[in-house]
């Protein structure tokens, strides 16, 4: 099926350095999603955009939904040792639309 | 944000036999559900969207007859793996949306499946 392009694919910090992954995608999108998935565990949402422009924050989370409405940013800061785990994008087209999923970036936090 | 709870966590099964798992809406009405599978270091396929009171919308390539989705309720879906196999063994997650919100998902925790 359609999945979103994604990347970087993993990323190896250090605790303290800024973060910034990113999505795009050949079709439009009504709303950018972004998610966290910890090992063993379902996803937890983390930001969601809904208008072409949109810079939402989360505490150290900053995610925008392109101009374009085919892409997505996500940018952590001062990451620390709990940010590790998976990131995933997903790109909704409506509110009775199945999600695209991007297939993930690995994040990795050194101590 | 909405909670939704997956039930078991963790299932080991004998081949052949069937496993169903429960996947609810604490705090909200879903009509609509969804069921994925994940594979180690992949990303989530999207296996069926269950609806609320009528038959589920299966992804090409997923068994119908094999997975079983049930919604009889705005806060009950059911997906039951039928006749298991060791390569069913797998993470299997499930996401509802909140009918009166926005697009966004929130999920379950997961069931790991081992059938051996």
């Known amino acids: 099926g359609q999945q979103l392009n994604q990347s970087p694919q993993s990323m190896f910090i250090q605790e303290g350095e800024d973060v910034s992954m990113n999505c795009t995608s050949s079709s439009i999108f009504n709303t950018w999603l972004w998610y966290k998935q910890d090992p063993g565990e379902g996803p937890v949402l983390l930001i969601a955009?809904?208008?072409a422009g949109e810079l939402t924050s989360n505490g150290r989370l900053t995610a925008q939904f392109g101009i374009t409405r085919k892409d997505s940013f996500l940018n952590i800061s001062a990451s620390i040792p709990s940010d590790v785990g998976i990131y995933f994008c997903?790109?909704?087209?409506?509110?009775?639309?199945?999600?695209?999923w991007g297939l993930g970036t690995s994040l990795a936090v050194n101590p | 944000g909405a909670v939704v709870s997956q039930h078991p966590s963790r299932v080991i099964c004998k081949s052949g036999t069937s496993v169903k798992i429960e996947c609810r809406s604490l705090?909200?009405?879903?009509?609509?559900m969804f069921w994925y599978r994940q594979f180690p270091k992949q990303s989530l396929m999207l296996m069926a969207t269950s609806n609320e009171g009528s038959k589920a919308t299966y992804e090409q390539g997923v068994e119908k007859d094999k997975f079983l989705i049930n919604h009889a309720s705005l806060t009950l879906s059911t997906l039951t793996v039928t006749s298991a196999h060791p390569e069913d063994s797998s993470f299997y997650i499930c996401?509802?949306?909140?009918?009166?919100?926005?697009?966004?998902?929130?999920f379950g925790q997961g069931t790991r499946l081992t059938v051996v």
């Open positions: 955009l809904y208008k």
């Open positions: 997903a790109g909704g087209a409506g509110n009775n639309r199945k999600l695209i």
């Open positions: 705090d909200f009405q879903a009509t609509t």
């Open positions: 996401s509802a949306r909140d009918q009166g919100a926005g697009t966004e998902a929130f």
